[in-house]
């Protein structure tokens, strides 16, 4: 069993309702539930991947960690210390140990700055270094994560994607964090520049003694990448296990039916295509009892009313299925 100190990050019943405004009188008309109800943990020196189609509301979970947006209810400690309410310095502290890799590397860097300072700036505005120890430290990140110390003068419209997404891990590892939320972080990139990728974020994990969160739609990232998978659906986390786990005894029909959609080259592997039918409901009015309930095609009477809870077996598998109950 785990030692809850040896958790680097434990969530407890975390909920993100947003509140839907009625257009004239600005009342609140209903939420959407964006994530709902979710509970677990990440050991020091795990990655634990969390996955699922699009609006899942697996990466409003990331920015809930970071403290991006405020959660509605539920815990989040990082090592150990309660920070879900953190303000200020306290909430400073918090993002010292706990940075984010964004899906578009684009995006999240700063167009007007050589790259450069991107990545020495936290030092210097943190306190952590004067601006001379900052350049250097920057350099040697720069060295660890494949870029040329040329390129630490270059903006950001002079790299490559891969590139952009290296000087993005290099500017999460200044600050020194215990662990790292990537979301989608590789999905913006070509397949063999992902792999380049990946095998550096699996490199950087052991030298640094970094735990991940890693987000994405894509099982074969995930299953490159992870100890650890959640399945979320509709802002819950359906089921939880460890990677071979999931890949060999999925237990949820929803995660079934996500395995079945992954090619396979072994024949004697591949699994019967399950095609669930219909869309994803709507968050904002999401299905009575299961949220699967209306797309599950092992879907019961009592599936339809009441909502199942999770279940942990023996070997640590979770999984929220009236099927087990
Ligand atoms: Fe399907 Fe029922 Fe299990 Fe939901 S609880 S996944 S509807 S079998």
Excluded at 5 to 24: A, G, T
Excluded at 231 to 240: A, I, Q, R, S
Aim: some cysteine; overall charge positive; glycine content about 6%.
């Amino acid at each position: 069993m785990t030692n809850a100190n040896q958790n680097v990050l434990e969530l407890d019943n975390i909920k993100m309702y947003f509140p839907i405004k009625s257009p004239f009188l600005k009342r609140t008309v209903g939420y959407v539930k964006a994530v709902d109800d979710i509970s677990l943990s990440i050991r020091k020196g795990e990655t634990l991947g969390i996955v699922g189609e699009s609006g899942c509301g697996k990466s409003t979970l990331g920015r809930v960690i970071m403290r991006i947006y405020n959660p509605t209810s539920g815990e989040i400690r990082i090592n150990g210390e309660d920070i879900t309410r953190a303000k200020g310095q306290e909430l400073k502290k918090v993002r010292k140990q706990c940075q984010m890799v964004f899906q578009d590397p684009f995006a999240s860097l700063n167009p007007t700055m050589r790259v450069g300072e991107i990545v020495s700036e936290p030092l210097w505005v943190n306190k952590i270094m004067d601006k001379k120890g900052a350049e250097s430290k920057a350099k040697e990140l720069f060295e660890r994560v494949g870029l040329r110390e040329s390129d630490f003068y270059k903006f950001p419209h002079e790299f490559s994607g891969g590139q952009k997404q290296r000087v993005g891990i290099a500017r999460a590892l200044a600050l020194n964090p215990n662990l790292i939320i990537a979301d989608e972080a590789v999905s913006a990139l070509d397949v063999s520049i992902q792999a380049q990728i990946l095998n550096l974020l699996n490199e950087l994990k052991a030298e640094y003694h970094l735990a991940y969160m890693f987000i994405t739609h894509n099982l074969a990232v995930v299953k490159h990448i992870s100890d650890r998978i959640g399945v979320m659906y509709l802002g819950h986390l359906v089921e939880l296990a460890d990677k071979k786990e999931i890949f060999d005894h999925p237990l949820h029909p929803y995660t079934e039916a996500l395995l079945s959609a992954v090619p396979v080259v072994d024949k004697r592997k591949r699994r019967e295509r399950i095609i669930l039918s219909g869309d994803t409901p709507n968050p904002a009015k999401p299905p009575s009892g299961c949220p699967f309930s209306n797309r599950c095609p092992k879907c019961m009477e009592i599936c339809k009313t009441a909502a199942p809870k999770k279940m942990v077996l023996e070997n640590g598998h979770q999984v929220a299925c009236h099927l087990y109950q």
